[in-house]
């Protein structure tokens, strides 16, 4: 029987490497700039003779969890909160913790590429991956800090979320490419590797009702405004906002979002064990006992919790990739 085991390294005014936890829970979504990771310490917990806890909101944490002392880096970010009861908890975010402490530099981008963007207002050394050609026409950057910066691109259309401290951004259905190297397999039945497939639902694009309301703000006024809607009268309303963008450009983003939507194959969220872990926008294929052939999805969202029920992932997948 494998064996359970953690590194938690927390980089203080000494470095704390502690292998005993009651829980960790690690959320990353695609609909949340930041990722959380909460650790539950031990009742009973020392700190090498310490009278008080000797860590801090803002210290290094590095989680690596695994079986059998095979860790695998699960998370990297900072200390944002300390429960001061008992058992302590320690509350952490992902890089974007630093950004929210990043003051953010106020200007006017005319036609600006979006890395660029992010290399002039992220601090400096910060590794930055744009996928697809991301150029944007018009931007008012007027934020107080650079997650601010982030969120408003976000509710444009982009996507951002950190890995390994590097910031990955863009239009979600440009990337097609398993953010790890190599997409995942996982098999429904008996012998497979899902043991929760319950939140998994099939479809077929006809039975799919979905309809996109799609906006671009290219000026002041409301004659500045387009605003296209597509799809089903009777489906479900997504809606996005884009600025400085042709009519051409945003029915394209709204057909290539409702495509997704209403592709024929699998939904919802399924649970497996921990290694290897599933990062966003991974690839994952599918086989159920319906359709062994498979296929293959965008992760939106993966939920890992390590303690005494086991060591999980609760993937979230979204539209199929190309």
């Not at 990353?28 to 009742?43: F, G, S, V, W």
């Amino acid at each position: 029987m494998v064996q359970l085991t953690a590194k938690i390294t927390i980089k203080s005014q000494k470095t704390w490497v502690i292998h005993r936890i009651t829980s960790c829970e690690i959320v990353r979504d695609i609909e949340n700039l930041t990722a959380k990771c909460t650790i539950t310490m031990p009742k009973r917990v020392t700190w090498a003779g310490e009278i008080s806890i000797p860590i801090k909101r803002g210290d290094r944490v590095l989680v690596q969890l695994g079986y059998d002392y095979d860790y695998e880096m699960a998370f990297t970010g900072y200390i944002s909160k300390i429960t001061a009861k008992t058992p302590i908890t320690i509350e952490c975010e992902d890089e974007m913790w630093r950004l929210k402490q990043t003051t953010a530099k106020k200007k006017t981008y005319t036609h600006a590429d979006l890395k660029n963007i992010l290399a002039e207002q992220c601090p400096k050394g910060m590794n930055i991956e744009v996928f697809g050609k991301q150029v944007i026409d018009k931007y008012v950057a007027n934020f107080d800090t650079v997650a601010q910066l982030l969120g408003g691109l976000q509710e444009n259309g982009f996507t951002f979320f950190f890995k390994h401290g590097t910031l990955y951004g863009g239009m979600m259905f440009d990337y097609n490419e398993p953010l790890s190297g190599k997409k995942q397999v996982f098999h429904c039945g008996e012998r497979g590797n899902i043991i929760d497939d319950k939140d998994l639902a099939w479809a077929e694009s006809d039975s799919i009702l979905a309809r996109i309301k799609a906006t671009a703000i290219n000026g002041k006024g409301k004659k500045d405004r387009i605003q296209i809607e597509i799809g089903d009268k009777e489906g479900n309303l997504g809606s996005f906002t884009r600025l400085n963008v042709s009519k051409e450009q945003l029915e394209k983003e709204a057909k290539q979002r409702l495509a997704e939507i209403k592709k024929t194959g699998l939904s919802g969220s399924f649970t497996t064990f921990g290694a290897r872990l599933v990062w966003l926008l991974d690839l994952v294929k599918i086989k159920t006992i319906e359709h062994p052939e498979g296929a293959v999805y965008k992760v939106r969202k993966n939920t890992i919790t390590f303690g005494e029920n086991g060591y999980r992932q609760n993937i979230t997948i979204g539209g199929k990739a190309k």
